[in-house]
């Protein structure tokens, strides 16, 4: 199914894939693909792609949600030959490509994206058994996006980090995945901080290591007052 704010239609289609569509038509998606949860899906409506670091860049998949004329803007991260999946550079996709850095904006057709850096902290809770953390800073970087007159922040795959809780932010993407990225406690603190218009919980039960118990993190998020709603990608 798909959620309704303040004009923006808003579908999370598994693991960290959302599309959101502005009032005019406008589609952006965010970190499409991997995982299978994009199989049979070739919509190719997608006007903006972004995309956060390395873990979630799925070259066949952005084929699969672009429009010909789509703008691709991948973190400046991506790197095609780091990753152990059999995946298309970002400059050799048939699309407008850009880069963005861990601290920049750029602004395409009506939608403004502001880039932060995100990244376990060295000394935090999610860490490797060897102590490196999962996503190191350099790794990929958070989006905080205005499109439809409405600010969506996804924080990609990071710590609940300080500098996120001063965003002025309507719709919360929250990571609730954990292990690897925070988890529902994390995320509701944060969710606290940001104090949003709404909250959709994403990232999660996709694989072993990203389980989370969503309707505690609902129920939790409803105590402290914040509006919170739930969307299944199996009802897309």
């Known amino acids: 199914m ?95 490509t850009r880069r963005i850095g861990e601290e920049a904006h750029l602004t395409i057709d009506e939608v403004d994206v502001w880039s932060l850096p995100a990244y376990n902290e060295p000394d935090g809770p999610h860490l490797r058994d060897n102590g ?25 795959d990071s710590d609940a980090l300080d500098g996120f809780r001063h965003l002025e932010v309507s719709l919360f993407l929250a990571n609730i995945g954990g292990t690897v990225v925070m988890d529902r406690h994390e995320a509701a603190d944060l969710a606290e901080a940001l104090d949003p218009d709404l909250v959709l919980p994403i990232h999660y039960n996709t694989i072993p290591i990203l389980e989370a118990d969503e309707d505690a993190f609902v129920l939790d998020i409803a105590k402290r007052g914040i509006p919170v709603v739930l969307d299944d990608p199996t009802q897309q």
């Open 2 to 96: 798909s959620i309704k704010h303040d004009g923006l239609d808003v579908s999370w289609l598994g693991y960290a894939t959302v599309r959101i569509e502005s009032p005019d038509g406008y589609v952006l998606y965010l970190d499409p693909g991997r995982y299978g949860v994009l199989d049979d899906y070739y919509a190719r409506d997608g006007d903006l792609i972004l995309v956060t670091h390395d873990h979630h860049y799925d070259s066949d998949a952005i084929e699969q949600v672009a429009d010909k004329a789509a703008t691709v803007v991948a973190f400046e991260g991506v790197d095609a030959s780091n990753i152990d999946r059999d995946v298309v550079p970002v400059e050799e996709l048939p699309y407008d």
């Open 132 to 156: 490196e953390p999962y996503h190191p800073r350099g790794l990929g970087c958070a989006f905080h996006v205005s499109i439809g007159g409405r600010t969506i922040f996804w924080p990609g």
